[in-house]
Each structure stands twice: as C-alpha cells, then as structure tokens.
C-alpha cells in the first residue's frame, strides 16, 4: 500500500475564507511534504516536515500555515487567498527524508480562490 | 541552486522504445526520480536512481551517470496510454533538509 490520500479533492473559496487542506498517510512515513502545481508547470516545494519538525519552508507566504499533527497527518491552513493561488497542491510522503527514500504522491487538492 | 534540463516535448510510435533525457547540475546530489504525470492527475512514481547504472523495472528503465550530472528513462513496447508528462526530479542535501525540484517536464505523445 503506497497510499496518500488527500481532501477535499475540489476546493472553492473566496479571498477572506480560511480553510484547510487535509493530508493523510498510514505507511509509517515521517517525512511529508507539501507542493504547489500550476498548470503546464512542474511542482514547486513549499514545505518538508519531517519527524513533525518543519524542515524546509520554501519562503512562502504566512497565508499558508502548514501544521502536522502527528506522524500521519498534515494539514495546510488557507487564509486570505489570492487568485493567483489557485492550483493543484500535492501532498507527498517518504519513509524519511533521507537518500534511498522513494517519495509517494497523493491525488492532490485542486484550489480556486475566487 | 540546481539546473534540470529536459526536452519539452517527444512523439513516439505505438510499440517503439523512446529514450527521455535529463541532465541536472547541483550540489548535494542524494538521488534522482522519474514521474508520471497525466494531465489532470497527481505524478506516480516510475524509478529511483542514487547509484550510477540501469534500473529496470517491467516496460521502464532508468540510467544514471552521477559523473556526467545525467538520466534518462527507457520506455519500451509503447503504448497509447504512456502519453503523459515524464518529470525528472534531483533530489540533494541543503541546509534544512532534503529537497526535491523538478525539470519542467517531456511531454509524450505516442501515435499509432
């Protein structure tokens, strides 16, 4: 089972909403990781948690607040949105965030900010 | 910072082998993957190479010269259903952590 699974898959929110992201794995993975995909472009790194420990923050805005709850959970918080946020965003997980660990993709989250 | 290089696109013939290249420059190198992409859906993961040398798993094989900061991914016997985005991915070491980045993809196109 290489499973990540990810909700809502479709989300539509307005400029002043919050809302989360939901990520979810159960292979005893402790790194996690979450990406930002625009269309026709590859994924971008925005966060790597990795034992519950915020790794890597790849400067992005404070309107993205990544949280990880325990070793199977990671959530990320929207608030304050813009347009141009809009996008596909994956969550990924590895055994560890370490050489010799295949990373695993979820189905992803489509976002439109309205 | 890296450098992932990758053809934009590739059109190959139902049934014929196709070779994607991928060239990369960075420091830290800790091992690179290949993905699957179809439009709409998230990557699925193909190979994963951190030793020089061929992979090979069923239709797909994967080579790596660490030497020469190079990739590619085989794909034989092809079908229409491997029309897709192949994504190459370094992964290396930074300050925090373990960072993965992209190439910007090869789209595929397998004709008849």
């Known amino acids: 089972d290489t499973e990540v699974t990810q909700t809502p898959k479709h989300l539509v929110m307005g400029m002043t909403n919050k809302k989360s992201l939901k990520c979810e794995q159960h292979m005893g993975h402790r790194a996690m990781y979450w990406y930002k995909q625009k269309a026709k472009k590859p994924p971008e790194l925005m966060f790597v948690?990795?034992?519950?420990?915020?790794?890597i923050n790849e400067s992005v805005p404070s309107r993205f607040s990544p949280e990880c709850p325990n070793s199977s959970l990671l959530n990320l918080h929207l608030h304050a949105l813009q347009p141009e946020d809009s996008a596909l965003y994956l969550c990924a997980s590895s055994f560890e965030d370490s050489s010799g660990n295949t990373i695993y993709f979820g189905e992803g989250s489509w976002l439109t900010v309205v | 910072g890296q450098n992932i290089d990758q053809p934009t696109e590739m059109t190959a013939t139902e049934g014929a082998i196709v070779q994607i290249n991928c060239t990369y420059q960075?420091?830290?190198?800790?091992?690179l993957f290949w993905y699957q992409q179809h439009a709409g859906e998230a990557p699925t993961f193909l190979s994963y190479n951190v030793l020089d040398g061929l992979e090979e798993k069923g239709r797909f094989s994967s080579f790596l010269s660490r030497s020469k900061g190079y990739s590619y991914l085989l794909l034989k016997e092809l079908q229409m259903k491997d029309s897709a985005s192949y994504l190459c991915?370094?992964?290396?070491?930074?300050?925090?952590?373990?960072?993965?980045?992209f190439g910007t993809g090869t789209q595929l196109k397998v004709e008849l």
């Open positions: 948690y990795s034992y519950e420990k915020l790794s």
């Open positions: 991915a370094v992964r290396a070491v930074t300050g925090g952590g373990n960072k993965l980045t």
């Open positions: 960075t420091s830290g190198f800790n091992g």
